[in-house]
């Protein structure tokens, strides 16, 4: 009995919440289209990682310039693959949103508004994302039929 509780607990919190095909459809738009855009600021970190170009990252947490950019390649390098998919996508999601406020309010937050509106509508479209789900066009939806028999509508 407890294991079905944590196991429903787990498909709800990975349950979409829109219910509409055209909603769907609109989700999916928005997972690729933010995905394939954070992408293009990513993929480029990465050849920094992968080249050992750590010191010209910045460290707004004081972790260090490796850390950091490791850090930073992973949340949008890798949760944007993960958007790409609809794989983990809360989960991704919320790793990007915690990205966009550090670049928000530590990196950018005494830039104004010209640098930080960038990364202000990156965090509004990830808490979307966050809040509406994967929708019905992702692995997670498909994950839900197969795994937890949740039918994503």
Known sequence: MEQNKSKSSACRLLGPLATNTSMDFGVLLLRLG???????????KLGML???????????LGIGNFLSLLLCVGAE?????????????????????????????????LSGWGAQELA???????????????GKFSLDAWWL???????VE
């Open 34 to 44: 933010v995905a394939v855009m954070m992408l293009v600021h990513g993929i480029p």
């Open 50 to 60: 992968i080249s050992g170009n750590w010191a010209a990252f910045q460290d707004p």
């Open 77 to 109: 390098f890798g949760c944007s693959v993960l958007l790409l998919l609809g794989f983990l996508t809360r989960l991704a999601a919320l790793i990007l949103i915690i990205n966009m406020c550090v670049a928000l309010f530590l990196v950018l937050g």
């Open 120 to 134: 202000a509508i990156y965090l509004l479209i990830y808490l979307t994302i966050f809040y509406t789900g994967p």
């Open 145 to 151: 039929r197969r795994d937890c028999k949740i039918e």
